[in-house]
């Protein structure tokens, strides 16, 4: 009876409802989270799928000599310098015979982005066979007609309120009913440098720049975290000294990262001059930001090997330095690559540092090197979000789902060797 009474009293009753209401709170706030991780991740492949594609304009080009190369030196440079406007222009002029006004002709060229020069450059400096032949190629579109192709651009509007012109639309018209522009896989997204063109921009050139970056941020941050943590924690006697190591060492992990772009600029520009706007010092600052994270992490991982390990090392005659590195390290290890990993991974993202140091500047070129100008992928993120051309909001979009590709192979590879490599006690 007593039993049956406590089960049901009223204020049992009430705990049990308000543990109830606790867990659907709890329940209805993950919902929440999910469904703003959904909205955003959402948001962003919408608009950053169409990146992913470009329209081409598919012409009968040829490859005149006398135009491209009158000395007949076959030289590569020479070729992918040429004048190929007027060889782009008679390809236009001959799709479309019945434009003969100067500014008709205008109007064609307009259709086919300004990079296509460059596009013929390298084809033609490529494969010198093609001059003095004729042949059917696909030329980016400007970022007009692409927007166009892709619904972006409304034709109902009035004609003052568009970029295209009705005379422009007509001529896209012409070229779709013949099948002469299509919406393909976008290679240049992926292959080429940053542009001034929308349909031209890559991001080849900012995610070598983050490599290399991350390669320099690797080499110093990873041997001295590691070795930082193995002395405090293995080697270092408890004094004043220890104590405000590790103190400041707490307290630098959560400085703002732009404190150590400041850093940079004053130390490694302004008193070393190590090379401006360069992976070589993007990297030595991101690895200042990382190096507290590793040393945190690394530690951790140290403590949680077992103190019987150690004494059975010692045990068997080991002395300090091989149980420490011959036992305790190698066990530890999981922990300090998941750490770094995750380290490298938050340093990956930073933008604030670079742009302390110039990475931020406009680099059409492809970096080859650490000492070679080049910018970031997030910079290169931040660059294109603050540009007025509707096209690079599509880029912008597309280059944060690369960004966040990347971001999550990182802690899938921590996850990956964390559970590959650790032991169980």
Known sequence: MTEYALTTSPSLKRRHAKEARFKWCGRIAIMIALGFLVLMFSAIIFRG????????????????????????????????????????????????????????????????????????????????????????????????????????????????????????????????????????????????????????????????????????CFGIAFPLGIMTAVYLEEYARKSKLTDLIEVNINNLAAVPSIVFGLLGLSIFLGVFHIPRSTPLVGGMVLALMTLPTIIIAARASLRSVPHSIRQAAYGLGASKTQTTFHHVVPLAMPGMLTGTILGMAQALGETAPLLMIGMVAFIVDIPHGVTDAATSLPVQIFLWADSPEKGFVERTSAAIIVLLMFLILMNLLAVFLRKKLERRW
């Open 49 to 216: 799928m169409g990146a992913f594609q470009q329209t081409k304009i598919s012409l009968e080009v040829t490859f005149s000599e006398l135009i491209i190369d009158p000395s007949s030196a076959r030289d590569p440079q020479e070729l992918a310098r040429a004048n190929y406007k007027p060889v782009l222009t008679a390809a236009l002029a001959k799709t479309f015979p019945n434009v003969t006004d100067r500014n008709g002709k205008k109007r064609l060229y307009k259709l086919l982005s300004s990079g296509a020069v460059f596009e013929m450059g390298k084809l033609v400096s490529d494969n010198p066979d093609l001059i003095g032949t004729s042949q059917t190629i696909w030329l980016s579109a400007s970022s007009e007609v692409d927007l166009f192709m892709k619904g972006k651009i409304d034709a109902s509007l009035d004609e003052n309120l568009r970029r295209l012109s009705d005379a422009d639309i007509a001529y896209i018209k012409t070229l779709k009913s013949g099948g002469m522009i299509k919406k393909k896989f976008n290679t240049a997204f992926f292959t080429n440098g940053d542009s001034r063109e929308p349909e031209m921009a890559g991001i080849l050139g900012a995610a070598l720049g983050s490599f290399f970056s991350l390669l320099v």
